[in-house]
């Protein structure tokens, strides 16, 4: 008579199998969850620029670069004011005046005054700059001088109505309109 020799395997256990398979599973869901939370933060970053004044006033004396020229009728300095309350960084690009670009550029013509405040102090753009970097909960300040020439095929008028456009480099548009007085 031969002798069989069984080998009894042992499997797991199906209570030890179960608690493998949701520890996989948590592990799993934790890994996506972060990787998610990860990919939307990225998203959700976003600039928001609440103008809060705009106004107008007559006349202005334009410091130029060529020395400062004052300007009594016709011409306007026109004021904007607001606040980042975004997220993230806003940076002006660009200032339209009826749809016309305005340059930015500090000339016996044109002038823009620009800074944001940080705090309490007020931080002025670079010599020369064209964009002006608003950081998140800072507020900021725009003056633009409106006079004959100013804006490329655009005259202007007291009374009438003009809507200045706030462009960021997101390729967001914060419209205000303004009556020059």
């Given at each position: 008579m031969s002798t069989t020799i069984i080998h009894k395997r042992r499997a797991v256990s199906p209570v030890i199998a179960t608690v493998i398979l949701i520890a996989v599973a948590v592990a799993l869901g934790i890994a996506v969850a972060f990787w998610a939370s990860g990919l939307t933060s990225s998203f959700s970053k976003y600039e928001k620029l609440g103008v809060s004044t705009q106004y107008a006033t007559l006349g202005f004396t334009n410091p130029g670069s060529s020395g400062p020229s004052t300007c009594t009728s016709n011409c306007w300095n026109v004021t904007l004011g607001g606040q980042n309350t975004g997220s993230s960084d806003a940076t002006i690009t660009q200032i339209q005046i009826d749809g016309v670009p305005y340059p930015v550029s500090n000339s016996s013509s044109n002038f823009v005054?620009?800074?944001?405040?940080?705090?309490?102090?007020?931080?002025?753009?670079?010599?020369?700059?064209?964009?002006?970097?608003?950081?998140?909960?800072?507020?900021?300040?725009?003056?633009?001088?409106?006079?004959?020439?100013?804006?490329?095929?655009?005259?202007?008028?007291?009374?009438?109505?003009?809507?200045?456009?706030?462009?960021?480099?997101?390729?967001?548009?914060?419209?205000?309109?303004i009556v020059l007085p």
């Open positions: 005054y620009w800074y944001y405040v940080s705090g309490s102090s007020k931080v002025y753009p670079s010599s020369g700059s064209t964009q002006l970097s608003v950081p998140s909960g800072d507020s900021f300040y725009i003056s633009l001088y409106l006079g004959s020439g100013s804006v490329p095929s655009k005259s202007f008028s007291s009374g009438q109505t003009i809507q200045v456009t706030i462009i960021t480099a997101a390729g967001n548009n914060y419209p205000a309109s």
